[in-house]
């Protein structure tokens, strides 16, 4: 090969091999054969999800903010207990006082699940993403699925943490705790490991609309915490209904063991969320169906 | 075999690609040429099912790209060398692509070995250098052993080894029997590279040719003649060619051959300090060929 700088200026005369045009090649052997399906595609996504570095970081952070938190929420809440009006007693909730660290939580898996799709565009591995696996639907699905098989038992494992943290530190300040064998405990652990699942695939849903990581991040904010602390604040009936059906709030009941009678029961709440997490995606792949990669 | 059939992407009123047919052949390198924002790129990514066509097919072994039973295997595609996430590795990169096609794990360490990155595998790709990035782009296309390579623009930003490398890999994979189509801005690159050339202007197909017939059809030659008694020898020529004086003693002949001009000179008595054949460049015959697209194009921009 010649190089092109020391090249002279007449054309040189080009050696080219003979086109072979209309040979055909025998079919591959050694990429071997077979029909790509879902599973491969889940296969794909599990290795991407697993070999992503902000995956462990977003759950090392969840799980030490949930944890910390419940620490200080327990010794803190547990302290103030003895001096509570009677009424006030009456309402303690144990089982919220630990877990409340799931606000933050949330915001962590839904970024992880925002991660999933933001970080294609990102890095414009969308593209090697989709030659690989044409299938739309197949790439949305088995992020998904590869996003609940890491976010489901993370969010098991943060909550576990959160409460066992959290009832051992108001043990400490002598309130009242629960143990794991209670009913409401074991609804709140788990109910909440749901809730933070789906908060992933809200994130998965947005960032697949939205692509941008930061702005992802901030809807996911707004969305999860900003009309959370705003709702009373809104006038009369619109207030009534955001702080009742506004889908974090309502699967945020979840983690109660004292029910408000304003709001949906735990798992009505929760099923409000689920609802509008299908949704979302179901937006998610209209709209990535649609758009040019 | 690659097919496009009335191929047209419409951007609102921009036509990208307007109504684009051709066939890319296996067995040779084909050079799809044409100036930037020609439309190559659109057409290639319409090519992979990443952009939806407004109207038009395009096919690759007979089935359109979404309909491949396992797109690698089928067609290997390089876009952007940089498409990969920074805090990955090259290994887990390919090993990712290869899974969702079903492609054994000892075919990425095959591929890694074939683009020389077998001691950076483990390595982040985000330290690559862009010559690196380009091998694992490259890597990525061989997973599946396709029998369809599609490369957009590979030569861009490579360093001399790193072009030399690229062409002598889609040469032997054209010797193959693969089918082999690059893209690229400039006909310097496609000259030592390719054998057949699809050239495109602001959308459309302009030339469909072999590259033989295109250096024949294109590659006029030029005598450069140097005198001191220029004003003298014009008009000895004139009559038989077309001459233009590039320089107070320097001609410029197109139509005669230069043993030729050196007999009517001597007849003239005409004394000559220099005769010497030159060939206009491709890249000239590209852009005169281009020129129209082009300038059409920046002109509607004006508007």
Not at chain 1, 77 to 83: F, I, M, Q, S
């Amino acid at each position: 090969m010649r190089h092109p700088h020391t090249r002279p200026e007449p054309t040189p005369v080009l050696v080219k091999l003979p086109a072979r045009a209309g040979r055909r090649r025998p079919a591959s052997k050694n990429a071997g054969s077979g029909r790509a399906t879902f599973w491969h595609s889940l296969h794909a996504e599990w290795i991407k999800i697993r070999t992503m570095r902000s995956t462990l970081s977003v759950i090392l952070g969840a799980l030490a903010f949930a944890v910390g938190l419940a620490a200080l929420n327990g010794s803190s809440a547990g302290g103030e207990y003895a001096d509570l009006s009677p009424a006030d007693q009456a309402a303690f909730d144990p089982l919220a006082t630990s877990l409340m660290g799931y606000l933050v939580a949330q915001i962590a898996f839904g970024l992880l699940g925002g991660l999933v799709m933001t970080s294609e565009y990102g890095a414009r591995t969308i593209v090697p993403t989709l030659t690989s696996v044409p299938q739309r639907a197949r790439v949305l699905g088995s992020k998904a699925l590869a996003l609940v098989g890491v976010a489901l038992p993370v969010g098991i494992v943060v909550t576990l943490g959160a409460f066992s943290m959290g009832q051992a530190s108001l043990s400490g300040a002598g309130a009242p705790h629960l143990a794991l064998s209670d009913g409401v405990a074991l609804r709140g652990i788990f109910g909440g490991g749901l809730y933070l699942a789906l908060a992933a695939l809200l994130g998965l849903a947005l960032g697949a609309v939205i692509r941008s990581t930061t702005a992802t991040v901030t809807t996911l904010f707004g969305v999860m915490l900003i009309v959370q602390a705003f709702a009373p604040a809104l006038p009369g009936a619109l207030g009534d209904w955001v702080s009742k059906f506004w889908p974090p709030i309502a699967g945020g009941q979840i983690i109660t063991a004292v029910r408000d009678p304003e709001a949906l029961g735990p798992w009505a709440g929760l099923g409000v969320m689920a609802g509008c997490v299908a949704a979302l995606l179901a937006v998610a792949f209209v709209v990535f169906r649609g758009r040019d990669a | 075999m690659i097919e496009v059939r009335g191929l047209t992407k419409r951007y609102g009123e921009v036509l990208a690609v307007d109504d684009l047919t051709f066939g890319v052949r296996a067995g040779e390198v084909t050079g799809f040429l044409g100036p930037n924002g020609a439309g190559k790129s659109t057409t290639l990514r319409m090519i992979l099912g990443l952009d939806a066509a407004s109207s038009g097919t395009a096919t690759v072994q007979g089935r359109p790209y979404s309909a491949q039973p396992a797109p690698l295997k089928a067609v290997g595609a390089l876009l952007d060398p940089g498409a990969v996430l920074p805090s990955r590795t090259a290994f887990h990169h390919l090993l990712a692509l290869a899974a969702g096609n079903g492609i054994p794990r000892s075919r990425v360490d095959h591929v890694l070995a074939e683009v020389g990155l077998e001691n950076v595998a483990r390595r982040r790709a985000g330290a690559f250098s862009l010559g690196m990035r380009q091998r694992l782009g490259i890597a990525a296309a061989l997973l599946g052993d396709p029998p369809a390579l599609v490369f957009d623009e590979p030569l861009n930003g490579l360093d001399p080894e790193g072009i030399v490398w690229i062409r002598s890999l889609m040469r032997r994979m054209a010797a193959e029997g693969r089918v082999v189509l690059m893209s690229s801005h400039l006909m310097s690159e496609m000259e030592l590279t390719a054998d057949h050339l699809i050239v495109v202007g602001r959308g459309k197909l302009i030339a469909d040719t072999t590259m033989k017939d295109f250096i024949e059809a294109h590659s006029e030659r030029e005598v450069l003649v140097r005198t001191p008694r220029a004003e003298t020898l014009r008009p000895l020529l004139a009559g038989a060619a077309d001459v233009r004086a590039e320089d107070s003693d320097t001609l410029v002949v197109t139509g005669l051959e230069a043993a030729t001009i050196g007999a009517l000179a001597a007849a003239g008595g005409v004394e000559l300090h220099e005769l010497s054949p030159r060939q206009v460049s491709l890249e000239k015959a590209f852009m005169d060929l281009t020129r129209d697209a082009v300038e059409y194009q920046a002109e509607k921009r004006t508007n």
